[in-house]
């Protein structure tokens, strides 16, 4: 899952992403607002982080236009301005959870996990689809009560199956949300990347739709 932190300091920006990055995430920054519209294929965030202090367009400016682009990204605004008028115009805007700084890694984690949960239709904090139930705020996996262990790649890509289990994903959105855009990208990939999670997910887990993608059963 693709995550996009908006944060104009560089060091509090690295820390961001490697917080996130240890949650399971791909994580992609950039350091003001006007560069996100600038990104490919805007829809296909899990979730951004924001700041409001940015340089050049605020967040709050870049929130309203986002929104009245028509893209539903969850929006998790992290910032240091803490009143509550600055709160309600944040939320106002658009956004759909709003932090203040300092915040404590382990609740920004579960502040985005519920948000990309939201957005997907799940409202327990497990994920679950067949025999395969999911923690991601644990980052651990079961195969009916047997603990999985998965690398990196496959945690990522069973957590994007379940999260949009019973739908059809191509395999160009699993590319998106394996790797980072900087890093040199082959579809080849994905199949052998589903083939390893098959073994230990179940063979009939994942459906192969010749020329749409694969989906992960309910």
């Known amino acids: 899952m693709r995550l996009l932190v908006v944060e104009d300091e560089p060091d509090l920006a690295r820390r961001l992403r490697e917080r996130l990055a240890s949650g399971g995430y791909v994580i992609e920054s950039v350091g003001n607002a006007e560069a996100v519209f600038d ?23 870049f ?11 969850p929006i998790l605004v992290l910032t240091a301005r803490g009143t509550w008028q600055e709160k309600v115009e944040g939320l106002n805007a658009g ?28 409202s327990n904090a497990r994920l679950s689809a067949g025999e395969i139930a999911m923690d991601p705020a644990a980052r651990m996996v079961w195969r009916g009560d047997d ?3 998965l690398t990196q790649i496959e945690y ?9 289990a019973g739908h059809i994903l191509a395999q160009t ?8 855009m900087a890093d040199e990208r082959d579809l080849n990939t994905i199949e052998v990347h589903v083939g390893r999670l098959r ?12 020329g749409l993608g694969y989906r992960f059963e309910r």
């Open 39 to 61: 990104l490919p294929d805007p829809q296909h965030w899990a979730a951004m982080v924001i700041d409001l202090g940015l340089p050049g367009m605020s967040g709050i400016d």
């Open 63 to 73: 929130i309203r236009r986002w929104r009245q682009l028509g893209y539903n990204t």
């Open 95 to 122: 956004a759909d959870d709003y932090v203040v700084k300092p915040v404590t890694g382990e609740e920004l984690m579960a502040r985005i996990n519920a948000l990309i949960r939201r957005a997907a239709g799940q």
């Open 147 to 149: 603990l999985l262990e």
């Open 156 to 164: 990522r890509l069973l957590h994007l199956f379940l999260l949009r």
């Open 173 to 180: 959105d699993i590319l998106d949300h394996l790797y980072p």
């Open 199 to 210: 073994k230990k997910v179940g063979k009939s887990a994942i459906t192969t739709i010749r």
